[in-house]
């Protein structure tokens, strides 16, 4: 295989338990990023083909999601609705995909400055993204207008995160 993979490992004795999904048996998996799980399946963004492709239990490829609108999806999450949120580090955006169609979420194209890295639903009905950018840092997003405010800063800082967990 070329590296390019999802493994599975034991989560008592961290044994290697094989591949779950690889290059070699799915041709279109080359860059995988964030993965989020919803009714068995597993979701997998994969940066460079700038897709989310979607595997069953047994690791089998079932479906892939794309659109014109999405470059580079790293990030994903879902709400309790079954609503999937995709950070699109290269465009700087959020999409959100209600199982027909893809809608971008932030009202300002670009907001995240091309680093949305990941992204997570809170408690409060926000989207919560991390733009790993230069000037980046943690947004709260409105899902009811598609506002999006800063509410931490780390561009002066020497703090770089890579994900994001909402536990609130």
Known sequence: SNGAGIGIFNPTTGAALGTFADHVSDNELNNPQGMAFQNGNLYVADGTAGNVFVYNSSGSHISTLSDPSMGTPYGLTFSSSGTLYIADIG??????????????????????????????????????????????????????????????????????????????
Do not use: W
């Open 91 to 168: 465009q700087g955006n959020v999409l959100s995909y209600n199982g027909t169609s893809f809608t971008q979420v932030n009202s300002q194209p670009g907001v995240f400055n091309s680093g949305a890295r990941d992204v997570g639903v809170g408690h409060d009905g926000n989207l919560y993204v991390l733009d790993s950018s230069g000037i980046g840092g943690i947004y709260r997003l409105s899902l009811s207008d598609g506002s999006a405010e800063k509410i931490v800063d780390y561009s002066t800082s020497s703090f770089f995160a890579q994900n994001i967990i909402v536990g609130f």
